[in-house]
T-cell receptor, first 110, second 113 residues
Framework: QKEVEQNSGPLSVPEGAIASLNCTYS??????FFWYRQYSGKSPELIMF????GDKEDGRFTAQLNKASQYVSLLIRDSQPSDSATYLC??????????FGTGTRLKVLA | EAGVAQSPRYKIIEKRQSVAFWCNPI?????LYWYQQILGQGPKLLIQ????????DSQLPKDRFSAERLKGVDSTLKIQPAKLEDSAVYLC???????????FGQGTRLTVV
């Protein structure tokens, strides 16, 4: 079982819709959870982090964490073509390793 | 505030040659990470330092890869000898602490021919 799992996509949504990206993790001792955006040929860029169960909102982005079910999700409201990128989920394990999933490719169709 | 600096940006070498990458983290960041990212995959953690000590290097191919963090600041990652499958982007990242958000440098794109 992979430590951090994401559906590779592509996930296609129309402009203005809500994009929902999901991530599951295997280590119940995981403490911190991050979402990164990576454009083709660029480095990952931090979008959001979340440490506690529940929702955290920042502009058009909402991160949701459910530690009991071991998943974290990212919602992007009012999706724009400029949001088209690969979204990476990262988790710090119980031993503080900073582990990434394989990423989900998002396409926002104009 | 300056970001994570990496050099070189690009490197092309022949198989069996050696190569070294350099990383200067954000000032004050105790934790430094080296990742390997192969096209179409997520970043794979090679080694994680806390100050100048190693937190994890379980996925570092130690027969050919080595890394050090000088005085808990700059770090170098070396490959010797390189194989074709080492062609990837090597990303350095740093964070204030092991449980906190990490910020990435621009990466070094390595091509082994």
């Amino acid at each position: 079982q992979k430590e951090v799992e994401q559906n590779s996509g592509p996930l296609s949504v129309p402009e203005g819709a809500i994009a929902s990206l999901n991530c599951t993790y295997s280590d119940r001792g995981s403490q911190s959870f991050f979402w990164y955006r990576q454009y083709s040929g660029k480095s990952p860029e931090l979008i959001m982090f979340i440490y506690s169960n529940g929702d955290k909102e920042d502009g058009r982005f909402t991160a949701q964490l459910n530690k009991a079910s071991q998943y974290v999700s990212l919602l992007i409201r009012d999706s724009q073509p400029s949001d088209s990128a690969t979204y990476l989920c990262a988790v710090t394990s119980g031993t503080y390793k900073y582990i990434f999933g394989t990423g989900t490719r998002l396409k926002v169709l104009a | 505030e300056a970001g994570v600096a990496q050099s070189p940006r690009y490197k092309i070498i022949e198989k069996r040659q050696s190569v070294a990458f350099w990383c200067n983290p954000i000032s004050g960041h105790a934790t430094l990470y080296w990742y390997q990212q192969i096209l179409g995959q997520g970043p794979k953690l090679l080694i994680q330092f806390q100050n100048n000590g190693v937190v994890d290097d379980s996925q570092l191919p130690k027969d050919r890869f080595s890394a050090e963090r000088l005085k808990g600041v700059d770090s170098t990652l070396k490959i010797q000898p390189a194989k074709l499958e080492d062609s990837a982007v090597y990303l350095c990242a740093s964070s204030l602490g092991a449980d906190l958000e990490a910020f990435f440098g621009q990466g070094t794109r390595l091509t082994v021919v």
